[in-house]
């Protein structure tokens, strides 16, 4: 086999692609640098593997595009360059293949209200009101059966006692 040596700085550039590649796959960008996958998935599992030795944060995936991030890694992510300004903010975008913009949205979706929570509230607050009103409807029809039991009750007392009364 004939290994070729690819100098850092192109591994730098094709990790930095493969990290930002959008919707594209590990595939493409392989083809498109003219590497085999194999290559640059190991190139992917070093880097992954350096960091965690370093000490790096290593939370944010690498072989997912950012818009296919969790929740959680997008909060990690944001609390990450919570204190980036200018040239330190774009270096670090560009090292986890995020877009500025992507940041500023995901900030946003974190401090609106979710709109998705709304109608489950509004469900929730209805089911609530049908409940209670079926309690007292319950309750309700609960002592009127009450006082038709008594009613019979009474009623057969006082057959008996004229029962009584007659013989």
């Known amino acids: 086999m004939n290994r070729k040596a690819y100098p850092e700085e192109f591994r730098e550039q094709a990790l930095s692609k493969a990290r930002a590649r959008g919707e594209r796959t590990l595939a493409d960008i392989a083809k498109e640098l003219n590497v085999s996958l194999g290559t640059l998935k190991g190139w992917i599992q070093q880097q992954n ?17 950012s818009s296919q991030w969790s929740a959680e890694e997008r909060l990690s992510a ?51 009101q049908r409940n209670d009103q079926l309690e007292r409807e319950l309750r309700r029809k609960d002592k ?8 019979l009750v009474l009623q057969k007392k006082f057959q008996a006692l004229w029962e009584d009364e007659e013989k």
Do not use: I, M
């Not at 774009?90 to 500023?104: D, I, N, S, T, Y």
């Not at 009127?144 to 009613?151: D, F, H, I, P």
């Open 49 to 65: 593997k350096a960091q965690a030795l370093t000490g790096q944060p290593t939370h944010l995936p690498t072989n997912l595009a």
């Open 144 to 151: 009127a059966l009450a006082e038709a039991a008594a009613l």
């Open 78 to 128: 944001l609390l990450e360059s919570h204190g980036y300004k200018d040239q330190a903010l774009h270096a670090w975008c560009r090292e986890k293949g995020v877009f500025e913009q992507q940041l500023r949205q995901w900030h946003h979706e974190f401090c609106q209200p979710s709109k998705g929570h709304l109608p489950a509230e509004s469900a929730l607050r209805q089911a609530k």
